[in-house]
């Protein structure tokens, strides 16, 4: 096996591996998590006042799994595209938007009003890898364009 086809092996187990991860936390989220909202937003929570919950415990454990998925999706950006600065560069967006996303979160829940959507979608943010979504291919496209 020559080493291009070495390195691709390597960058897809690696890939392979970071994904499992993910959706390790994603399946097994009931057991790691502190969240009582998860079964709150699998029913018809317009209409339903919301659950009773801990407030600092579930912004810490919205935290901690916002900081566990962006550990993971920084890994799997840098080896698919392997440049140091682009990573940092996301490194530093994924603390912006945890900032802003968090703070959002905290209000949302201190006047909730009738804002269950609001809060359903802010929390979606910060608890699954969506910006990941994002950042492939744009980053893919960036890496695309600027060679030409």
């Known amino acids: 096996m020559d080493a291009k086809r070495f390195d ?7 890939i392979l591996v970071l994904v499992a991860v993910l959706l390790g936390v994603r399946l097994y989220e009931d057991r790691l998590f502190y969240d009582p909202f998860l079964d709150y937003f699998r029913n ?3 209409d339903m006042p919301l659950p009773i919950y801990d407030t600092g415990a579930l912004l810490l454990h919205v935290g901690f799994r916002y900081a566990l998925n962006t ?3 920084l890994a ?5 595209f392997r440049d140091r600065q682009q990573l940092k560069f ?4 994924y603390l912006f938007f945890f900032v ?4 959002m979160f905290f209000a949302l829940l ?3 009003g009738q804002n269950n959507f609001l809060i359903f979608y802010t929390r979606r943010f910060l608890i699954q890898p969506i910006f990941l979504l994002l ?9 695309s364009t600027s060679k030409k």
Do not use: H, N
Request: net charge positive.
């Open 110 to 112: 201190q006047f909730p």
């Open 8 to 14: 691709l092996a390597g960058k897809v187990l690696a």
């Open 135 to 143: 950042f492939i291919p744009a980053f893919y496209y960036q890496r």
């Open 76 to 80: 799997i950006l840098y080896v698919l």
């Open 90 to 93: 996301t490194g530093t967006i």
């Open 100 to 103: 802003l996303l968090m703070g």
């Open 71 to 73: 550990v993971v999706s």
């Open 44 to 46: 018809d929570y317009l």
